[in-house]
């Protein structure tokens, strides 16, 4: 945990002073990303120290030869990941023939980094003293466009401070890049051509084995003291390498920049022989606006953003930042523009857990996707497991199930899985009903059924009958059991019984027999189109509904509460509180079989299945397996805060509560878990907008209504969020003192607030209490 | 299975007909060693088709860099792997200018293998016509010396059968060798100098990281007609690779052959740089008996063997050729002259299962060294572990273990752990069990006590810490538990009450307890220097007491029987008879998930801890456990049939009994499994052994008495074996009609023959029955 580094302010993230050891965690920190691109913030001048080089483009992904210490049967071939592009960024700038490069300089004065998530920009500023001893001033700008969301732009200046100097600026593009994460340091990209015309330059390249093919660009100007220098630059043509040399002698105290404009264009979105074509017109478009206006744009789509998706929070600084670092992020990640793409847990950020899409998409980002997006944009999230719902039947297949059932996978950027632990891979079967869960959710908030009977219930019956499969019949417990999985608590693996794996499962069948009562009885054509297709008789159901009604919950009726799996209660019962500090955390400082045979859990597991299904258990029964279960919770996964923070909530504990919020929105900034520097965790942020929402705020569906439960924790003076609730949009904001409520479009609207009808009129403010 | 492929034979094993399909299947089952060494039975000529070439120094390792997909916590950092080392049998023959290489010759007729077990040497014959039409005779006889255990011999001879023809032989030795089993395609060895002089060539080399140094050696004389010809070869030099070129002009009929002697001095047995004067030495002693006479004295050295180790079956020519070659095999692979080496899985067959020693050694090979050898060999095999005990507190230690406790290691060269399954390394703990039983074994076996006061209390006491602390107390269960464990049967993992673990874990603290008391009462001195040591307290005791005592045993009051494991009883108990064949092996056609949750048994679990501990069950227990487990248990382990095998005779049921036998004995002869061109099983044939000796002949040792209950399977007209039992040699004969017994040594002997008294003369034959 790094409290102190990051400097609390309302709208950005600041750093001041130069420290190479924070060099790869600010790298992750102050990433930049526009949904359809993203980059680490790497240094645009040399940097010899340590360093993460990362630019990624949404859904260009390499199938990497998978690694195993022991291959066991079903595991894929491959693993796919995340793949660091060509670098289009980087500036190469000397002094007087000396390389600018922070590591190697004598001293760096004035560092300062600042990521404006308000206007979606990052900038630098230093004064740095190079070993030939120039002193230079350096201010760096830089974005990606939300508008242009293929072109980024940089501004970067320098003044020498203390003599004249010949400065070079020599603005490059690179495809001889390497992934950090790669299994067998393989080649992951294929220059084919480079060619230049004046000051632009194109590098086109094509992944290896998935043939996505890029046209990397770039086009720069330069400028002395304000004004632009129109004079023809060096070019330096490598097999992997453009760079284009600007020399200029600038007298001290003069400024010589340089704007660059530069991104990607992909064959996702053009014909691939045609990228070069369309690069040029992205350049033609961006240098015609130029670097201001670019910019101007850049403040209004981000204020467009943050119209609605912004939550406010007065008296808290810290808590402030960290609820828009976490909304900020998710924005740079995912726009929901395009149902190929989905949400990798560390978006743009990083490379770790190689593939794009986990469960984590369905149990946390949708909620908040849609309640601050359109409901498109949610519909787009659950299409694109629509979309591979083939390939989970073949996934499931792969296993042994058959007649349809599908296994979603654990990790994919296709469809297929590219995960390759067992434990995990065969065995974290919940998925599949947080899929399920997902549909179920959006329905419920969004009202639009219509989805189910056109595609989510083939999703649900597969998902279903993949359960059906799962389980067996149990004659020593005379119930359906469901052995050897792994819950969402990896702490533990190969269970028997995992009550939140039961517990979907069984309600998965249920779901998916009222959704085909459902759509049978009022969707005739989609029904008969559905049952042509996959043979679904009347016998098959009912032995779905054996399974689901016979299903086995182990529970302790000594403690009262359902057991996170068989034996939990075998276990040495020691909490966490009573865990030395130094043992943690554990998932650094114990081998594995420790972890697995102690009591700790990694995160929500039970309380996982009551924040999904909260209507269906009592405050008391809530409050009594969260007493239970949360002493031994050591919550090393970024998905665990924001459930206690939620349960802590409502169960009024609001210190705890409050506790739990810094932690999962402060995770990256405070560095909790010592791992920042691999890249943030993105889907985890969403989880931090559910613990203001659900959690402070109480927002919940009842009966097709919203409703609201609002409590404050007492270190705030007040908060206040948006809600798209079915297409009208609704502000609510708590202080200490009162609770408002405010209409924004549309009809009037009836909610419930602390259980109580509430009629609110629009634009009208409510005040209630 | 391939039952028809090697030719039935009491004493060689043969193979009849080229097929190039299986050449890595003879290269296994053809293998021949000396203890010190071994080697594939690869064509000496050049072969262009599908190989496996390996040829294995005792000792000689490689810590090859761990690949694994996750990284755990305490996984160590590297592999150790049997390592192939330089090639010295190679001899290239080419006639008239081409390569003799059976894969492209345009007929091979005639082609017979035999590896003569009697005598301990591999021939070769055959008639090839090579695309240049020339047609040849071919001989070949080759042996790894048991008395000058550091050389090999081969005699190659090669006849012109068309023409008369140049005759060219150009014996080799190769560094550049690689190993089939390499996790990062590394180079494992480093050649250091290469020289000749005459006849005699030698490559000087050392492996990289482990800096084994060795010279592999060779010289050669070469025969016209059966007379030598002096004539210096020509030499070709590469940077790993030197070969001495023979040629001559043969005439049509008559034959043209080569002696080739070679082999390696390692700096285990000489001062590493003096490896090729102990070359030089060794070849010296070779040459001057010359190949007839080496040749000779291996018949008389396997004589020597085969007198204490034979096992005669009369009337089943199979099962005979089964158990001497399992006989054969264990004598190749481990001597018992060096208390540095272990008994590898696949001996010098092959590379799998990478490092040199597992439990199989104690649970498995022991019993056959005590009582086929003298009993220093069986100490040496216990002194192994003796000696690495301080590496097994250390592997304890990375693990979270303390204070002295010991967890040896489940793969390793040197002491150290060298696998990297979790669910393995960190959770077959088993093992420790069964190295503790081995000093019981031996001490029950040959009476000798002192090696426990001198050593094995030590690891005694070591491994009782590693139980008390890794068992927990349940205040469920109100018992000590053992959570996450692998059993024997490693088709599940991470289980909890594992029978078998549970059940050795309290034996082994009862059992150090009861020695600690007796070294302690009898062997002052050596008890003052332990616990000097080891600083062992009463109230320690006590703890371990405390958790033997009340050790929980999961047990089935329905079926009455221990199960394997908690939850057990929740799987889907369809027999093995009752799964399609085509789902069988399992490991091979299910994905690994579906195994784990199956009831299906790779080898006995509970039946090994039957077997281990016999006389604590009844015979009617036995039957019940057998009858509940058997019928799940799909024998995919090679340490399964023997136990079956052995516990069916037992309980009468003799057919089944004979079936396991066969299975066990002929595992790799008619490669059940499917990959013997991996290498065979070595240790699994010491179970062989034991379902004769222990299974069909009964033989127990109940009070300090050899004890015979004989059995002999209906197929078999008689079967005799050998027992050196506490340096008296037992002769027993069992047939259809009759059963002798023969005290070949020593005073006369009291034995138990099915529970009754009788006294062996020396000498004397006895008729019982």
């Known amino acids: 945990m790094n409290q102190d580094y990051i400097i609390p302010n309302n709208w950005s993230i600041i750093e001041e002073g130069f420290d190479t050891s924070q060099v790869k965690s600010s790298e992750s920190l102050f990433s930049i990303g526009n949904g359809a691109m993203g980059q680490r913030a790497n240094f645009e001048e040399k940097y010899s120290g340590d360093t993460f080089q990362g630019s990624y483009i949404a859904g260009v992904y390499y199938p990497d030869k998978t690694r195993v210490g022991w291959w066991k049967n079903g595991y894929p071939e491959y693993f796919a990941k995340v793949l660091n592009a060509p670098n289009w960024i980087g500036i190469n700038v000397s002094i007087n023939g000396e390389p600018l490069d922070l590591n190697t300089c004598k001293t760096v004065e004035g560092f300062k980094r600042e990521l404006n998530m308000k206007e979606g920009w990052l900038s630098r500023h230093f004064i740095a003293t190079l070993p030939n001893n120039v002193q230079v001033e350096v201010s760096v700008k830089r974005f990606l466009s939300l508008d242009l969301d293929e072109v980024g732009a940089i501004h970067y200046q320098v003044k020498p401070l203390n003599t004249d100097a010949e400065i070079e600026f020599q603005p490059y593009l690179d495809s001889g890049i390497t992934n950090e994460d790669s299994n067998w340091d393989d080649q992951f990209w294929d220059t084919t051509n480079i060619s230049f015309e004046d000051d632009q330059a194109f590098i086109e390249s094509k992944t290896m084995k998935t043939d996505f093919h890029t046209c990397t660009f770039m086009e720069s100007i330069v400028f002395s003291s304000g004004d632009p220098i129109f004079s023809a630059p060096q070019v330096k043509k490598e097999s992997n390498y453009i760079a284009l040399s600007y020399v200029n002698q600038i007298k001290k105290g003069e400024t010589y920049s340089i704007q660059k404009f530069g991104g990607y264009t992909v064959d996702r979105n053009h014909d691939k022989t045609k990228l070069v074509d369309a690069a040029k017109e992205v350049l033609i478009t961006a240098i015609t606006k130029g670097f201001d206006q670019l910019l101007e744009d850049q403040k209004q789509a981000w204020a467009n953003i943050w119209e609605m998706a912004d939550i406010t929070i007065e008296g808290d600084t810290k808590a402030q930042q960290g609820i828009r670092f976490n909304i900020f992020q998710l924005n ?128 649900l019956i597969a998902i279903a009958r993949f359960w059906h499969q799962r389980a067996n019949f149990s004659t020593d417990k005379n119930k359906y059991v469901i ?212 959690g402070f705020g109480g927002m919940r569906i009842i009966d097709n209504k919203l409703s609201f439960t609002p409590k404050i924790p007492k270190q705030w003076e007040a908060y206040s969020f948006k809600i798209n609730f079915r297409n009208q949009i609704i502000k609510i904001n708590v202080s200490q003192q009162q609770l408002n409520f405010e209409l924004l479009t549309g009809n009037d609207l009836e909610i419930l607030v602390n259980n109580k009808p509430v009629v609110l009129k629009n634009k009208i403010l409510k005040s209630v209490s």
């Open 332 to 459: 740079q990640t995912y726009l929901g523009k395009d149902s190929r793409l989905n949400i990798g847990p560390k978006g743009f950020t990083g490379e770790k857990y190689g593939g794009s899409t986990y469960w984590d998409t369905e149990a946390y980002c949708i909620p908040f996707y849609m309640a601050t997006k359109d409901q498109n944009v949610a519909r787009a999230l659950l299409e694109y497991r629509y979309n591979h719902l083939e390939k989970a039947i073949e996934n499931a297949e792969k296993l042994g199930f058959k007649n349809g059932a599908a296994l979603y996978p654990m990790v994919t950027m296709n469809g297929e899985e590219c995960h390759n632990e067992w434990e995990i891979t065969f065995e974290e079967i919940h998925r599949n009903g947080a899929i399920a869960f997902a549909i179920y959710n959006y329905h419920r908030y969004t009202g639009d059924y219509s989805y189910i009977p056109e595609k989510g219930l083939e999703v």
């Open 483 to 694: 052995l050897g999985v792994t819950g969402p608590n990896e702490y533990e693996n190969n269970i028997n019984n995992n009550w939140y794996t039961n517990y979907l499962a069984k309600w998965c069948i249920n779901y998916a027999i009222e959704n085909i009562n459902k759509v049978a009885a009022e969707y005739a054509t989609d029904y008969t189109k559905i049952m042509n297709k996959i043979k679904l008789s009347e016998a098959e159901i009912k032995e779905w509904k054996a399974v689901a009604d016979n299903m086995y919950f182990p529970y302790s009726e000594k403690h009262q509460v359902y057991l996170q799996q068989d034996g939990f209660l075998d276990k040495e019962l020691i909490t966490v509180a009573n865990l030395p500090k130094s043992e943690r955390p554990i998932n650094q400082k114990w081998s594995w079989d420790r972890i697995l045979r102690s009591p700790y859990i990694k995160q929500a597991d039970v309380l996982q299945g009551f924040y999904f299904f909260e209507d269906r258990f009592t405050e008391e029964e809530l409050e009594q397996h969260f007493d239970f279960y949360e002493p031994f919770t050591v919550h090393e996964s970024s998905l665990s805060p924001c459930v206690h923070s939620i349960q802590a909530a409502k169960l009024n504990r609001m210190d705890q509560a409050y506790t739990f919020y810094l932690r999962t929105s402060r995770l990256d900034l405070d560095d909790y878990n010592h791992e920042v520097h691999e890249g943030l965790h993105i889907t985890s942020m969403a989880g931090t907008w559910m613990s203001i929402v659900e």
